[in-house]
């Protein structure tokens, strides 16, 4: 980390640069508060946004600065983009931590989480993707749902039936059957496979250590999230799919990769056995 992001135990929102290595904190993450130098105190103080980026330019400077104008702490990792995304994450206000190397989506959320317990006091570390999917009110709702005494909420398009989310039939049945496999063996039953709009407790993101450091990370992370011990629910949530995402994301081949993922991590578990 830079001298210039924290001096005296505050985070310095001015800091244009920062790395956080993978291991930030140690034996010490969650130990160690701090505040965002400058943050007004309002309804969403006691949270604080972690926002993976990688070249999301043309629409992540919009994203956070929603986040930002309703009061939200945001934390963005530059996942090492190589289009304009970190000069679009400063002017929009969140703090940027970057990535000198693509580390991938389990390894930008890892940082996130760490950069959270290292430098911020807050209860609450939720996730929001960069690319326009995940609804602001859908996020103040789970806040206000995890205060209710649950460690984990996560997100689902299908809580309410079909739910409001505009997705193909066969990207719908593939992502039910993700669900369903995923839920063998589990505890906690989940209707949605693979949702990144999320929130946890401050101390299950301390008790998270990732080591998958691309997408595979997802089913990894649904371990450390549905351990017995925590309280856990579900938010019904409306994921936008635009134009954009859609070309980025190839929603469909998405679908199909997570399916063979899940199968993947269960047949590797239940051999563990």
């Given at each position: 980390?830079?001298?210039?992001?924290?001096?005296?135990?505050?985070l310095?929102?001015?800091?244009?640069?920062?790395?956080?290595?993978?291991?930030?904190?140690?034996?010490e993450?969650?130990?160690?508060?701090?505040?965002?130098?400058?943050?007004v105190?309002g309804?969403?103080?006691d949270?604080?946004?972690?926002v993976r980026?990688?070249?999301?330019?043309?629409?992540?400077?919009?994203?956070?600065?929603?986040?930002?104008?309703?009061?939200?702490?945001?934390?963005?990792?530059?996942?090492a983009?190589?289009?304009?995304?970190?000069?679009?994450?400063?002017?929009a206000?969140a703090?940027?931590?970057?990535?000198?190397?693509?580390?991938?989506?389990?390894?930008?959320?890892?940082?996130?989480f760490?950069?959270?317990?290292?430098?911020t006091?807050?209860?609450y570390?939720?996730?929001?993707?960069?690319?326009?999917q995940?609804?602001?009110?859908?996020?103040?709702?789970?806040?206000e749902?995890?205060?209710?005494?649950?460690?984990?909420?996560m997100?689902s398009?299908?809580?309410?039936?079909?739910?409001?989310?505009?997705?193909?039939w066969?990207r719908?049945?593939?992502l039910r059957?993700?669900?369903?496999l995923?839920?063998r063996?589990?505890?906690?039953?989940?209707t949605?496979?693979?949702?990144?709009?999320?929130i946890?407790?401050r101390?299950?993101?301390?008790?998270?250590?990732?080591?998958?450091?691309?997408?595979?990370?997802?089913?990894e992370?649904?371990?450390?999230?549905?351990?017995?011990?925590?309280?856990?629910?579900?938010?019904?949530?409306?994921?936008?799919?635009?134009d954009y995402?859609r070309?980025?994301?190839?929603p469909?081949?998405?679908?199909?990769?997570i399916?063979?993922?899940?199968?993947?991590?269960?047949v590797?578990?239940?051999?563990?056995?």
């Open positions: 980390m830079s001298v210039q992001a924290l001096q005296d135990g505050r310095r929102p001015a800091a244009r640069l920062a790395s956080l290595p993978m291991d930030a904190g140690g034996d993450r969650g130990t160690r508060p701090a505040e965002f130098s400058g943050q105190r309804p969403w103080d949270t604080v946004v972690v980026v990688y070249n999301e330019a043309p629409v992540v400077g919009g994203v956070i600065a929603e986040l930002v104008a309703a009061g939200l702490r945001v934390i963005a990792v530059d996942d983009s190589t289009d304009g995304s970190a000069e679009e994450i400063d002017k206000g703090f940027r931590v970057s990535h000198p190397v693509n580390l991938g989506a389990g390894g930008a959320l890892q940082t996130g760490e950069a959270a317990l290292l430098l006091d807050a209860q570390i939720a996730c929001f993707d960069a690319d326009g995940h609804q602001l009110p859908d996020l103040l709702g789970m806040i749902k995890i205060r209710e005494g649950y460690d984990v909420v997100g398009r299908f809580l309410e039936g079909d739910g409001p989310t505009q997705m193909s066969l719908r049945v593939i059957t993700a669900a369903k995923l839920n063996g589990n505890t906690t039953r989940l949605d496979a693979h949702n990144g709009l999320r946890v407790a101390h299950v993101a301390a008790d998270v250590r990732l080591s998958y450091a691309g997408m595979a990370y997802a089913s992370l649904e371990r450390y999230l549905t351990r017995p011990e925590y309280r856990i629910t579900e938010y019904p949530v409306h994921i936008l799919y635009t995402s070309a980025k994301g190839q469909l081949l998405n679908s199909i990769n399916l063979a993922e899940v199968a993947a991590h269960r590797t578990h239940w051999s563990r056995k």
